[in-house]
Nanobody
């Protein structure tokens, strides 16, 4: 059974930092692209960042570029999202996803975690 489990969410003040982790099990994800998406209340889920299987390619949404960094440790089957200079607009449930290609469309990712809440207070 494939599982993606996010952790590291929480409440932080604007300007602060959080590091999200995504642990994978049940299948080797070393050959998969991994991504983070987020969904704020009343809004559609949106792409945040993605990383290729070998970490050679990364891609970010314009809204987080320069503040967020995606990385992965294939030896640990884990993906991370370092979030700095957080803003209230970053408040959302953050989801980890895995798929064959590094793309921004959520429809191309077949594996999803349950999400972790990030709340940024002003």
């Amino acid at each position: 059974q494939v599982q993606l489990v996010e952790s590291g969410g929480g409440l932080v003040q604007a300007g602060g930092s959080l590091r999200l982790s995504c642990a994978t099990s049940g299948r080797t994800f070393t050959s998969y692209a991994m991504a983070w998406f987020r969904q704020a209340p009343g809004k559609e889920r949106e792409f945040v960042a993605a990383i290729s299987w070998g970490s050679g390619n990364t891609y970010y949404a314009d809204s987080v570029k320069g503040r967020f960094t995606i990385s992965r440790d294939n030896a640990k089957n884990a993906v991370y999202l370092q979030m700095n200079s957080l803003k209230p607009g970053d408040t959302a449930v953050y989801y980890c996803a895995g798929g064959p290609l590094i793309v921004t469309s959520e429809r191309r990712y077949g594996y999803w975690g349950q999400g972790t809440q990030v709340t940024v207070s002003s």
